[in-house]
């Protein structure tokens, strides 16, 4: 099967090392591309550089070179992005579709993450403002390929999102919306941790003429106390000597086949082996899954 058209992406933060959760959605993003002789981009979503590790980025790029992962193209920064970022934000505020918001996390702690739009008509100043995008009240919708059908109400269950803040860093939402148009990117696999970022994502690539991709979320890899596996709790980054056996045991978190001798063999021969039988129809439907059981 070869489908050329087909364009995936594996975006990393470098707020820390990857860790075994990364090696899942790299994987399942990697061999969703590669089975159907599709490209597979790397882009570091490094917008926040108060939380970003020191060496995280270059720590990423050899782990997915020790891992036997091969991309396409250069890697992308977010930080070398600014520019288009802010020309999209420009052309939302200055069509009233976004507005200057001074609301202090203290005044919206009770609202419990929905915005209430306090600031939606007020026409304040741009300084010492984040910027939010005014959502319809309407539902949205898609069906992922692995966790079915999911529903979002963007007014009731979201309000006003961010799209820069007060910092004046730009937000997730406006630039994955950005980068994936500019990318071409077809199909977006990841965690299932960005599921209900999903509908946000559509209302932004409806209202700038974006083509919206097909998604793909693989469950979260969550420790025992319920937290997921990730660089703010510690876990344990990719070890080089390790590659063969953390690749064979994400292949069956992800309810794939493995050979059956491949203990000698390298990540790249391992890859390539995973590639030609890849069956994402088999990925676990669930949005979690216990990494104490991931033996």
């Known amino acids: 099967m070869n489908n050329p058209d087909y364009i995936g992406r594996f975006a990393p933060t470098p707020s820390g090392y ?31 550089p108060p939380r970003e590790m020191p060496g995280a980025q270059a720590a990423i790029m050899t782990s997915l070179e020790n891992y036997g992962f091969e991309w396409d193209g250069e890697l992308v920064r977010q930080s070398e ?35 209430p739009g306090f600031c939606r008509n007020l026409g304040k100043p741009l300084d010492n403002a984040a910027i939010r995008l005014r959502v319809p009240e309407l539902s949205y919708h898609f069906t992922d390929r692995v966790q079915g059908e999911f529903r979002q109400h963007l007014g009731r269950e979201v309000g006003d999102m961010v799209i ?6 730009y937000a997730y939402q406006l630039a994955v919306v950005i980068d ?4 071409g990117i077809t199909d977006v696999v990841r965690g299932a941790d960005l ?42 980054p990719l070890q080089a000597e390790q590659a063969t056996a953390q690749l064979l045991r994400a292949m069956r978190t992800l309810g794939q086949a493995t050979p059956d001798d491949a203990t000698g063999s390298s990540p790249g021969e391992l890859l390539k082996w995973a590639t030609q039988h890849w069956d994402s129809s088999l990925i676990p439907r669930k949005l979690t899954l216990a990494e104490a059981h991931l033996r």
Not at 22 to 43: E, I, N, P
Not at 180 to 183: L, N, P, S, T
């Open 164 to 169: 820069r803040r007060r910092d004046s860093l």
């Open 195 to 236: 599921l209900d970022s999903t509908p946000r994502q559509l209302y932004l690539q409806e209202l700038l003429g974006f083509a919206q991709p097909r998604y793909l979320h693989v469950p979260l890899i969550i420790q025992p106390d319920g937290h997921k596996l990730g660089k703010s709790y510690r876990s344990p």
């Open 18 to 48: 990857l860790h075994f959760g990364s090696l899942v959605a790299a994987l399942a993003s990697y061999l969703d591309a590669r089975a159907v002789g599709g490209r597979w981009l790397v882009r570091m979503e490094d917008l926040d």
């Open 81 to 115: 992005r600014h520019e288009h970022y802010q020309h999209v934000l420009e052309s939302l505020f200055n069509q009233g579709l976004a507005y200057a918001c001074t609301c202090s996390r203290k005044e919206l702690e009770t609202y419990q993450g929905v915005y």
């Open 180 to 183: 994936d148009a500019w990318q």
